[in-house]
């Protein structure tokens, strides 16, 4: 039974946007194109495509999926019923990722973020963060967590950290104008891949963790000069890492983690490489490196008979192992445009997508991880904690001597009064011995120096005491505690309804479940269930199905010859990026053969290495040679250094020898 709960295949949904003005322009004009390509069975989760280019008599493509959002769809609808669950996973321990895949300007970016301030139009990433927040408000009280998020991207094949503090001056805007440090990626079997030095912050409210996610978009639209053409090249991804302790029934505290990765990708669509030649060339080939790459992993691990998945190939693949065959709950969301003149990438979309359904992930729930900050924030806040118990202590002990003590009421408010008291009769007690006659003015002093130190000590105790105080309440304000912290204003009714939009969602995604299997089925079994009752009626009754049948060949056919042209076409454009990189290397090899000394070459050729992890040929550091090592100067005798004649002169005169002052 667990084996079949230890594997799910990656949920795959489609979303549809509207024509926009300009493309209902267009559209209306070609007959029969009202509303465009795409047509949305929502009930069973069908999406039919028509080619606006065939005839008439050729079969239409239809593909399933998990569920599919027509243009009328709202973006609540796509999260209670595609989102919230996966939600409910990270928050019980699982890593969890959304992705966005589809052409550029077809809805990735307002799926994603949506229009932040339109409660109707707020997409999946604040809605995310509402839904963490509320959920972790609401949970029991024995439980504590620990919120933090990551903002990255990946623009031609380098990863930019987006909250990296160096990079982003936030009250002085337009102050960052350098692009934001690139990063590496890591491996290590404890924690997976992941990337080196990422910024991380603690997120304790809904808006903190929405105003990191301004902060990086800020440094995003700083680097780029045109941000429509950037974010169609660029990869973001928003990472949310959820810590939960809870006490286990072995009466011990468990840690587990979620990570939910958020990602906006960059348009699928290919760019154009034709005519560009050296950087411009070598940059067009990066930027859908990560895209191609991703294809070629969905496809190795849909196929299933691949024994090799090249992840390797791509920072986005590499970062997005976990998600694509790996241990994460994972959602696509592949979003498509229904003009007409996109058939060929709106098709493209949906192959790529058809063929997501069929990963297989194995989710499990991150247990007690070495590296949970949480049990790091725990032991500091308990040894703080523990400090300033023991000073209380001191101070309760201290008053009892003084001043016979009276109860033994706890808490700072008590020992600082307790301070306050000390201090005043320190302060009689100087006064006293200023006023005394019978002391010696020695003796005075004296006592008095002594009282002193006593304050000094008193204060100093004081200000570590605030310290201490100051340094565990930030510490345990980070920290959530289920059931209070956050204030939930969610009246009861509004649970309610929350409640009933997730069980019509719940029940709607099962209805078309069952729909999606009575189909499968009704093809199996048509046969089956038919008893003929005349030789007429068995020759009507399978023509039916040959017809059927035969529809059914024609549109594989079809489908065979369109992933054979598609092929050919990838092929081809691969062959001209290769032709196009040969010639750019000949040139270079011509420059190097007639225009740089062998000798010269050698040298270079041999302190060269290639770093296959950073895909970097790298410089070898020169070992410091005899000849290059400079001799030092052998100091005069007596001296620690070499030292000129003048200084010498200098020093025998004694005193500086220019300042000297005349008699
Ligand atoms: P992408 O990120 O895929 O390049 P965008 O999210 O920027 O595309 O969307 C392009 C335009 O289409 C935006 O103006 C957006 O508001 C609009 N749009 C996309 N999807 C929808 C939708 N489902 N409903 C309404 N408008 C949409
Ligand atoms: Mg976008």
């Not at 052409?103 to 301030?117: D, F, I, P, R, V």
């Not at 003590?405 to 009064?417: A, L, N, S």
């Not at 410091?624 to 007596?638: H, I, T």
Request: proline letters at 4%.
């Amino acid at each position: 039974m667990s084996k079949v709960k230890s594997s799910e295949t990656v949920k795959v949904v489609v979303r549809c946007r509207p024509l926009n003005r300009k493309e209902a322009a267009g559209v209306t004009g070609t007959p029969g194109g009202k509303g465009g390509i795409v047509e949305m069975d929502v009930h069973r989760g069908q999406v039919v495509l028509r080619n606006p280019r065939a005839l008439p008599s050729e079969p239409q493509k239809t593909f399933t999926f998990d569920s599919v959002y027509d243009a009328s769809s709202k973006q609540r609808d796509l999260y209670d019923e595609t989102v919230r669950p996966l939600i409910h996973s990270v928050l019980d321990g699982f890593n969890g990722t959304i992705f966005a895949y589809g052409q550029t300007g077809t809805g990735k970016t307002y799926t994603m973020q949506g229009a932040w301030l339109e409660p109707e139009r707020r997409g999946v990433i604040p809605n995310a963060f509402e839904h963490v927040f509320t959920q972790i408000s609401r949970s029991a009280a024995d439980r504590q967590y620990l919120v933090r998020a990551s903002y990255l991207e990946i623009y031609r094949e380098e990863i930019r950290d987006l909250l990296d503090p160096n990079v982003h001056a936030p009250h002085v805007p337009n102050v960052h104008t350098q692009p934001p440090h690139t990063l590496e990626l890591r491996e290590s079997p404890e924690s997976g891949v992941y990337v080196r030095d990422l910024t991380s912050c603690v997120c304790k409210s809904v808006k903190e963790i929405e105003e990191l996610m301004n902060v990086g978009n800020q440094v995003r639209s700083v680097g780029a000069t045109d941000m429509n053409e950037h974010s169609s090249r660029s990869h973001t991804l928003f990472l949310i890492t959820v810590e939960c302790s809870q006490t286990g029934p072995d009466g011990r505290q468990h840690i587990r983690v979620g990570r939910l990765n958020l990602v906006d990708l960059a348009g699928s669509e290919r760019q154009a490489k034709t005519g560009v030649h050296g950087e411009r060339l070598k940059e067009a080939a990066k930027i859908n490196l990560s895209l191609s790459a991703l294809g070629n992993v969905i496809s190795a691990l849909a196929d299933g008979r691949s024994g090799h998945v090249p992840y390797r190939d791509s920072k986005l693949t590499r970062l997005l192992q976990d998600s694509l065959g790996g241990n994460a709950k994972t959602v696509m969301v592949a979003t498509l445009g229904p003009a007409p003149q996109h058939y060929e990438e709106t098709l493209t979309t949906l192959r790529y997508a058809n063929r997501a359904k069929n990963i297989k992930n194995q989710p499990r729930v991150n247990e007690d991880p070495k590296d949970a900050l949480l049990r790091e924030f725990q032991k500091e806040i308990a040894r703080l904690r523990a400090q300033l118990s023991h000073r209380e202590g001191r101070g309760k002990h201290r008053k009892e001597e003084g001043c016979d003590g009276e109860g033994d009421e706890e808490g700072e408010e008590e020992v600082e009064k307790e301070r306050k008291l000390q201090e005043e009769r320190l302060e009689e007690e100087k006064e006293a011995i200023r006023e005394d006659g019978s002391l010696l003015a020695v003796e005075k002093q004296r006592l008095l120096g002594e009282k002193e130190i006593m304050m000094g000590d008193l204060r100093k105790e004081r200000d570590t005491t605030e310290q201490l105080t100051a340094k565990y309440k930030a510490m345990e304000s980070k920290l959530l505690v289920g059931g209070r912290n956050i204030m939930d204003h969610t009246n009861e009714q509004q649970k309610t309804l929350e409640k009933r939009r997730q069980e019509i969602a719940e029940q709607s995604r099962r209805e078309r479940e069952i729909l999606q299997q009575v189909m499968v089925q009704d093809e199996e079994t048509l046969e089956l269930r038919e008893t003929f009752s005349s030789l007429q009626q068995e020759v009507e009754a399978k023509t039916k199905k040959l017809k059927k049948l035969y529809a059914k060949l024609q549109s594989v056919k079809a489908e065979i010859q369109d992933v054979n042209d598609e092929h050919v076409r990838g092929r081809q454009e691969l062959e001209q990026t290769q032709n196009d990189l040969t010639r750019e290397l000949r040139f270079k090899y011509l420059i190097t053969e007639n225009f740089i000394p062998p000798e010269e070459k050698n040298k270079i050729m041999n302190r060269l290495t290639y770093d296959p992890e950073e895909d970097q040929w790298k410089f070898q550091l020169l070992p410091p040679s005899e000849s290059q090592m400079k001799k030092r100067l052998a100091s005069a005798v007596g001296y620690k250094r070499p030292i000129s004649q003048y200084a010498r002169v200098a020093l025998a005169m004694g005193a500086h020898s220019r300042y000297r002052v005349g008699e």
